[in-house]
């Protein structure tokens, strides 16, 4: 069975920081590329960053120099590092593994709110 775990998200103030990660299980975690998503109220789901099994990692120009995606193949897990954050990164946060355009997985979702 697999299974993605998020946590961290948060209610934090403008300019703050939060990391989040995600538990992976049941997957050859090495091999899938592994990335975080996000959806705010209203909007469509969004690529937020990326880090392919080989390590390359790519992000949305509106997160570029604030967040950092990093993976621990020796723990399966892969995390978020955002700072300086904005209220316009608040959203609700997905973990995705991808091994090809038809195997992926989702979690269940982790929630960040930007706000003074």
């Known amino acids: 069975q697999v299974q993605l775990v998020e946590s961290g998200g948060a209610s934090v103030q403008p300019g703050g920081s939060l990391r989040l990660s995600c538990a992976a299980s049941?997957?050859?975690?090495?091999?899938?590329?592994l990335a975080w998503h996000r959806q705010a109220p209203g909007k469509q789901r969004e690529l937020v960053a990326r880090v392919t099994a080989a390590g390359s990692t790519n992000y949305a120009d509106s997160v570029k120099g604030r967040f950092t995606i990093s993976r621990d193949n020796a723990k399966n897990m892969v995390y978020l590092q955002m700072n300086s954050l904005k209220p316009e990164d608040t959203a609700v946060y997905y973990c995705?593994?991808?091994?090809?355009?038809?195997?992926?997985?989702w979690g269940q979702g982790t929630q960040v709110t930007v706000s003074s």
């Open positions: 995705n593994a991808d091994l090809s355009p038809d195997v992926g997985y």
């Open positions: 049941g997957i050859r975690f090495r091999v899938y590329s």
